[in-house]
Nanobody, 120 residues
Framework: VQLQASGGGLAQTGGSLRLSCSASGSMLSIDVMGWYRQAPGKQRDLVAT????????NYAESVKGRFTIFRENAKNTVYLQMNSPKPEDTAVYYCYAFIAERDNILHNYWGQGTLVTVSS
């Protein structure tokens, strides 16, 4: 099983950017998916999570009202829509997912990280 993140790059304050993360490999199901980020010299912090059915979302206070997490289960993909990004959102963004494989046990997987740089 692999998670492949994409969509990072340079964004301007007030603009928008969309990250995506797709899971591939032998899977029975995908449970919670989400995004973390790590700014230079700082710890990795939670950005947003979404439940398996996409009904329940959780956001860090710093991104509420600006970022939206959603998923397409038919594509095994989770997205992070970043609207009105700020320079302090600059970080490497990591997606993660809890995935059940053949043993029907949930395993935690991480994507490789994608860099988002927001200029003022």
């Amino acid at each position: 099983v692999q998670l492949q993140a994409s969509g990072g790059g340079l964004a301007q304050t007030g603009g928008s950017l969309r990250l995506s993360c797709s899971a591939s490999g032998s899977m029975l199901s995908i449970d919670v998916m989400g995004w973390y980020r790590q700014a230079p010299g700082k710890q990795r912090d939670l950005v947003a999570t979404i439940s398996s059915g996409g009904r329940y979302m959780n956001y860090a206070e710093s991104v509420k009202g600006r970022f939206t997490i959603f998923r397409e289960n038919a594509k095994n993909t989770v997205y992070l829509q970043m609207n009105s990004p700020k320079p302090e959102d600059t970080a490497v963004y990591y997606c993660y997912a809890f995935i059940a494989e053949r043993d029907n046990i949930l395993h935690n997987y991480w994507g490789q990280g994608t860099l988002v740089t927001v200029s003022s």
